[in-house]
């Protein structure tokens, strides 16, 4: 099961990266953000299921592939925003990582605009 190997990487990790903060700073971030990297490697695993049980929801419930696509890439986008604006901070620039998370965020809603208008039609038609 992958979940033993990501707590044991995890918890290797930052028994080096606060070594190496005392060594040199430099490297501790570097050794931090290719831990990260590696445990996100071992979680893609899991998003062929995700991608495949939601899938059937969705056609089981009718929603249209054009919108469960959509909301496939916006949770994408959510989680590689969250990412690099955490490598970022981690590495010291965290008004970058706001930055990031700002743009996703706008990125986000624009992807999500055809979906909104759809729930406002929806509405105003029922009323």
Known sequence: MDIYKIVAIGLISVILVVYLKSVNSEIAVIAGVASGILIIILSLSYVKEFI????????????EKSVFKLTLKIIAISYLIEFSSGVATDFGQSALGEKIQFAG???MITLAMPLIRDMIQAVVGIL
């Open 52 to 63: 495949s049980f939601f899938s059937e929801i969705a056609n089981e419930g009718g929603i």
């Open 105 to 107: 965020k706008l990125i």
